[in-house]
């Protein structure tokens, strides 16, 4: 069986380089192998006819005997199927065509993504690099890179994606505008993304990061000062003076509530 290899190039709210698996996007789906035919194309009504038991797509592309079952169903001669051998010129059309649709099968934009246990949302995903099929009987392998651009979760707003999508633009100026004249049209700035970790995310029944991870109740901060008899009125700097024991007068009582005293009578 043919197998296919994704290498994510990561930039944006966090660079990195990194293997595809799909439980990046699927918790529920822990398996690391991706099949992948050459010649016959891919499509939702093709595999569900296919394979009408499967739950999903991507779980016939990531189990052997799905997957193989779908191979007899799409090759079947009497329906019609044309052998083609890996040599023939339209067998890289289609897997340059399965490239791309197995890429919006997992990592179309918008997408929620789990990298390192921290949810992320792809920006944009573009294919940057495919390999052609290496020879390893009894199958072949591919490879394609795809370039992910991704924010954070918490981060996620029309305005940070409009500032990483600024950019991407003034990057490419400086690309195009340095090629012609030799040097960059706009001078140095600070990117707009963080480059700092998002929050480690948690799962709800569901299997999809739903929060924070959780963290201990944090305890109320007092913000008096000790109460220091030989030092009343003052306190360390930052914080409020000391609770002082005082006596009010309480004005509920009148003075006939005293007996043994006289107090002067006003007219």
Same mark, same amino acid.
């Given at each position: &069986? ?6 994510? =190039? ?19 789906? !822990?398996?690391? %192998? ?19 038991? /499967? ?10 005997? &799905?997957?193989? /079952?779908?191979?007899?169903? $799409?090759?079947? !001669? ?9 040599? %023939?010129?339209?067998?890289? $059309?289609?897997?340059?065509? =399965? &490239? ?8 179309? +934009? ?5 990298? /390192?246990?921290? $949810? ?15 020879? +390893? ?16 979760? %918490?981060?996620?707003?029309?305005? +940070? ?6 950019? %991407? ?34 799962? =709800? =029944? ?15 901060? +007092?913000?008096? /000062?000790?109460? &220091? ?39």
């Amino acid at each position: &069986m043919s197998k296919l290899t994704i290498r994510l =190039n990561i930039s944006g709210d966090v660079t990195n380089t990194i293997k595809f698996v799909p439980a990046m996007v699927d918790v529920h789906n !822990r398996k690391t %192998d991706i099949f992948f035919p050459p010649t016959f194309k891919l499509s939702e009504t093709l595999i569900r006819n296919a394979v009408p038991e /499967a739950i999903s797509v991507p779980e016939v592309l990531t189990t052997p005997h &799905m997957f193989i /079952a779908l191979v007899k169903f $799409a090759t079947d !001669r009497s329906k019609g199927y044309k052998r083609l051998s890996m040599s %023939d010129p339209k067998t890289m $059309a289609i897997v340059n065509y =399965n &490239m791309e649709y197995i890429k919006s099968l997992w990592l179309k +934009n918008n997408t929620k993504i789990l990298i /390192a246990d921290r $949810a992320y949302t792809i920006v944009k995903s573009k294919i940057i690099k495919k390999t052609d099929h290496i020879n +390893n009987a009894p199958e072949l392998k591919f490879d394609m890179t795809v370039s992910l651009k991704i924010i954070r979760k %918490d981060r996620d707003t029309l305005v +940070n994606r409009q500032k990483m999508s600024c950019d %991407d633009q003034r990057n490419t100026i400086n690309e195009l505008y340095e090629e012609l004249f030799g040097q960059p049209f706009f001078g140095y700035r600070a990117p707009s993304t963080t480059h700092s970790l998002a929050p480690v995310m948690y799962t =709800n =029944n569901t299997g999809y990061a739903t929060g924070k991870s959780p963290t201990k109740t944090a305890q109320p901060i +007092n913000p008096y /000062a000790p109460f &220091m008899p030989n030092s009343r009125g003052l306190a360390p700097y930052g914080m409020m003076p000391a609770m002082i024991p005082m006596q009010y007068a309480d004005p509920k009582h009148r003075p006939s509530d005293y007996p043994g005293k006289t107090h002067a009578s006003t007219h």
